[in-house]
């Protein structure tokens, strides 16, 4: 049974840095690729990360590339979203997520198998 939990979640000021875990067990973990996401009241879940399946090549969409960085650690069967520079608008529940191709050719939701339950990440002015 596939069973991933984040961590590392909180409450922040503005310009503050936090550092998301994810462990993940019950898959080949190196044979996956890792994303992150997060999703707004309301709204339906963004991609912010990517992270092939050896951790050689990250990937990320504009509104966070420059300030967000995710790695793995294989050996763990973890991975990391570091986030800095944070702002009032990343204030969002944070996911990671797990996609059976290695690559992070697909970053669309349902390009992604396996979903943890979401940390919440709040980031005040």
């Known amino acids: 049974q596939v069973h991933m939990a984040e961590s590392g979640g909180g409450s922040v000021q503005a310009g503050e840095s936090l550092r998301l875990s994810c462990q993940v067990s019950?898959?080949?973990?190196?044979?996956?690729?890792m994303g992150w996401f997060r999703q707004f009241p309301g709204k339906e879940r963004e991609w912010v990360a990517c992270?092939?399946?050896?951790?050689?090549?990250?990937y990320y969409p504009d509104s966070v590339k420059g300030r967000f960085t995710v790695s793995r650690d294989n050996s763990a069967n973890r991975v990391y979203l570091q986030m800095s520079r944070l702002q009032p608008e990343d204030t969002a529940i944070y996911y990671c997520?797990?996609?059976?191709?290695?690559?992070?050719?697909?970053?669309?939701?349902?390009?992604?198998?396996?979903w943890g339950q979401g940390t919440q990440v709040t980031v005040s002015s």
């Open positions: 992270v092939n399946w050896s951790g050689a090549y990250g």
């Open positions: 997520a797990a996609n059976k191709r290695s690559s992070c050719l697909y970053t669309e939701e349902d390009s992604f198998n396996y």
């Open positions: 019950g898959l080949p973990f190196d044979d996956y690729a």
